[in-house]
């Protein structure tokens, strides 16, 4: 069972940025490929990114080259960094941990982000 704590959410202006993390604990953190989702008020939950454990990364297209994806093995942790953001992002983060071959999901309690115009 993997536990996963997000943290860094916070209201900004738009044109700021924010970093998320995520401390993951309770599995190898290596077997998993980890991602950031959002969900905005009234809308269906979207994936942001993701990072394998390789390093290899794949971001949704409205982020792209404004977020970076990131983890740290050492500290069990990954994080989002997020520049120039817009009131488009405002929304709840997610953390998810996804074990590809069992196709088994963990999520964090989700950290809200809100973007002021």
């Known amino acids: 069972q993997v536990q996963l704590v997000e943290s860094g959410g916070s209201l900004v202006q738009a044109g700021g940025s924010l970093r998320l993390s995520c401390a993951a604990s309770?599995?190898?953190?290596?077997?998993?490929?980890m991602g950031w989702y959002r969900q905005a008020p009234g809308k269906r939950r979207e994936l942001v990114a993701t990072i394998t454990s390789g390093g290899s990364t794949n971001y949704e297209d409205s982020v792209k080259g404004r977020f970076t994806i990131s983890r740290d093995s050492a500290k069990n942790t990954v994080y989002l960094q997020m520049n120039s953001l817009k009131p488009e992002d405002t929304a709840v983060y997610y953390c998810?941990?996804?074990?590809?071959?069992?196709?088994?999901?963990?999520w964090g309690q989700g950290t809200q982000v809100t973007v002021s115009s």
């Open positions: 998810n941990a996804h074990l590809p071959h069992l196709l088994i999901d963990y």
């Open positions: 309770g599995g190898i953190f290596s077997w998993y490929i």
